[in-house]
């Protein structure tokens, strides 16, 4: 176990990473990435991936390490925290990120569920088509009990999730959440970071046009030419398909800035919501405060 991490959580465009960068310059430690978009050695313009000269200079982890079409999931991540970890044992981990499972799994949270290849969840679909609920109802009572006593019948996508698994993993879903990551710090520092709404809304704004001025458009033009899997998560990025509605000339450039800002400030809104609910450890406070606080109890 590790004696001490850093967590840096909160919404889109609150400046999470220059908090990091300012801590990592004055503590012996690594910076690593919690962003579930900003895994991807893709379209690192669109989700706002450091530069490379910042990855090198504040001692970066695990941005841009998956190659699409690989899918990067929490237990995924969870497991190449574990490694980088082992390589960096006397400096002092900075987490920062938007994605709060990521965040969360580090306090020994969440179910280390397998990766499911994208065969055996169309196989599983193709055969629910055919058959329906009702049968995968009585299938999932069979060999998992408890589980089938906490979803409706009627609920097809946890139905889905819980045969998929199974098929697999050889497991269900019962044993899998029991099976909690490994917790792996002795102390933990989490901050989530606040700001006044109008300055986000401008932050917002900015950013989402300094993206669209950027590599981003040459980037999304690029990524169309690949052999497309619709169902990976990067073609869900934020921005992805106003981008695309403007190259192929659906819309105005000005027409898709807009619609970014606002697919943008919906985003903000869900986070700001989960980090005000979920992470009962989190404390919230604004970038000044944050940094001070950080650096006085460490």
């Given at each position: 176990?590790?004696?001490?991490a850093?967590?840096i959580?909160?919404?889109?465009?609150?400046q999470?990473?220059?908090?990091a960068?300012?801590?990592q310059?004055?503590l012996?430690?690594i910076?690593?990435n919690s962003?579930s978009m900003?895994?991807?050695?893709?379209?690192?313009?669109?989700?706002?991936?450091p530069?490379?000269?910042?990855?090198?200079k504040y001692?970066?982890?695990?941005?841009?390490?998956?190659?699409y079409?690989?899918?990067c999931?929490?237990?995924?991540?969870?497991?190449n925290v574990v490694r980088v970890l082992?390589?960096?044992?006397?400096?002092?981990p900075?987490f920062?990120?938007g994605?709060?499972?990521?965040?969360e799994?580090?306090?020994?949270?969440i179910s280390p569920?397998?990766?499911?290849?994208e065969k055996v969840?169309?196989?599983?679909?193709?055969?629910?088509k055919k058959?329906?609920?009702?049968?995968?109802?009585k299938?999932?009572?069979?060999?998992?009990?408890?589980?089938s006593?906490?979803i409706?019948?009627?609920?097809?996508?946890r139905l889905?999730?819980a045969?998929?698994v199974k098929?697999a993993?050889?497991k269900n879903l019962?044993?899998w959440?029991?099976?909690v990551?490994?917790k792996l710090?002795?102390?933990i520092?989490?901050?989530?970071?606040s700001?006044?709404?109008?300055?986000l809304?401008?932050?917002?704004?900015?950013?989402c046009?300094n993206?669209?001025?950027?590599?981003?458009l040459?980037e999304?033009?690029?990524?169309l030419?690949k052999?497309?899997k619709?169902?990976?998560p990067?073609h869900?990025?934020?921005?992805?398909k106003?981008?695309?509605e403007?190259l192929t000339?659906?819309?105005t450039?000005n027409?898709?800035l807009d619609?970014?800002?606002q697919e943008?400030?919906?985003?903000?809104k869900?986070?700001?919501?989960?980090f005000?609910n979920r992470?009962?450890?989190?404390i919230?406070m604004n970038?000044?405060?944050?940094?001070k606080?950080?650096?006085?109890?460490?």
């Open positions: 176990m590790y004696p001490l850093i967590l959580g909160g919404p889109t465009a609150t999470k990473t220059k908090l960068f300012e801590i310059k004055k012996p430690s910076v690593i962003d900003q895994v991807y050695n893709n379209l690192c313009s669109l989700t706002n991936v530069s490379n000269e910042e990855i090198k001692s970066c982890n695990l941005f841009k390490f998956v190659e079409p690989e899918k999931n929490v237990g995924f991540w969870f497991t082992s390589q960096a044992k006397e400096k002092i900075i920062v990120g994605t709060g499972l990521y965040l799994s580090l306090y020994g949270k569920i397998p990766e499911i290849s969840e169309k196989k599983i679909k193709k055969i629910h058959q329906g609920n009702l049968s995968f109802f299938k999932l009572q069979q060999f998992d009990e408890i589980y006593t906490k409706s019948r009627n609920d097809t996508q889905l999730r045969i998929t098929v993993t050889g019962t044993y959440h029991s099976q990551s490994k710090f002795k102390k520092l989490y901050l989530t970071i700001v006044d709404r109008s300055k809304y401008k932050s917002i704004d900015e950013r046009l993206i669209m001025k950027s590599n981003a040459n999304v033009s690029n990524f030419k052999k497309k619709i169902d990976h990067l869900k990025s934020i921005g992805f106003v981008i695309e403007y000339g659906i819309k450039f027409e898709s619609l970014f800002r943008t400030r919906r985003y903000a869900r986070q700001i919501t989960w005000r992470p009962k450890e989190a919230e970038f000044s405060d944050a940094k606080y950080l650096l006085k109890n460490i």
